[in-house]
Nanobody, 121 residues
Framework: QVQLVESGGGLVQAGGSLNISCVAS????????MGWYRQAPGNERELVAT???????SYADSVKDRFTISRLNAKNTVYLQMSSLKTEDTAVYYC???????????????WGKGTLVTVSS
């Protein structure tokens, strides 16, 4: 069984910084893509950033130049460094990973339960 667990969320003032992380555990053969999504109250879940196994990244326009995604493959961990935070960044941040297991060698998307980031004005 595979689990994704996010951590590091919290309350921060606008203009501040916060780092969140997500660890995948279980019977993992490999992890191709990892990413962060967020969902604000009343809004749909949206893509924030993704990173491939080799390190290539992509970002939503709204977070470019403010957020940095990275991963440590040896620890099945993905990070999101957030800076110059705005009140509109307030959301539950979810981790997603495409993980291959013995039972699903082609990979399956797994989601974490989310971590709340609140940016105050």
């Amino acid at each position: 069984q595979v689990q994704l667990v996010e951590s590091g969320g919290g309350l921060v003032q606008a203009g501040g910084s916060l780092n969140i992380s997500c660890v995948a555990s279980g019977s993992i053969l490999s992890i191709s893509s990892m990413g962060w999504y967020r969902q604000a109250p009343g809004n749909e879940r949206e893509l924030v950033a993704t990173i491939q196994y080799g390190g290539s990244t992509s970002y939503a326009d709204s977070v470019k130049d403010r957020f940095t995604i990275s991963r440590l493959n040896a620890k099945n961990t993905v990070y999101l460094q957030m800076s110059s935070l705005k009140t509109e960044d307030t959301a539950v941040y979810y981790c997603k990973a495409r993980i291959a297991t013995m039972s699903r060698p082609v990979g399956l998307d797994y989601w974490g339960k989310g971590t709340l980031v609140t940016v105050s004005s």
